[in-house]
């Protein structure tokens, strides 16, 4: 319960928990903005990444699937951030989207997170937390 609450203090601790990323993803589906979660995800994963094989792959899956003007699933960029995927992508490094990301990550936080805090997706959670705790 008071992970649940701390959710709603700070949009970084929200997005540093399992739980409250997968409550906040479901709620960007019902926005239909899910990519960007999907995104942001896919990076994390590639900055873990060592293999350089494995990264040249994962680089060329992210662009294909999240900013080439051809997905279904693009992710909104400005042209500066996309100007500098184009040239860093074809020598890619697990940080090539690092910029991409974090205009992505602030979308997130400015747009999408106000209006989770006041979903009723957030709100049961705190109503049902807040009813469990006060039965114990």
Avoid at 74 to 79: G, I, K, N, P, R
Wanted: with cysteine; glycine share 2%.
């Amino acid at each position: 319960m008071e992970e649940i609450r701390l959710w709603s203090q700070s949009f970084d601790k929200l997005m540093k928990n399992p739980a409250g990323r997968n409550v906040f993803r479901e709620f960007l589906r019902t926005e239909y903005s899910e990519d960007n979660m999907l995104f942001w995800l896919a990076c994390e994963d590639l900055k873990q990444e060592i293999n350089k094989n494995v990264i040249e792959e994962k680089a060329r899956s992210i662009y294909e699937d999240y900013i080439s003007i051809l997905s279904p699933k693009e992710v909104s960029l400005d042209a500066r951030v996309r100007e500098m995927i184009n040239r860093k992508r074809q020598n890619p490094t697990p940080h090539v989207f690092e910029d991409a990301q974090l205009q992505i990550y602030t979308l997130m936080h400015r747009d999408s997170y106000p209006r989770f805090l006041s979903s009723s997706i957030y709100r049961s959670l705190v109503q049902g937390g807040s009813r469990t705790s006060s039965e114990s």
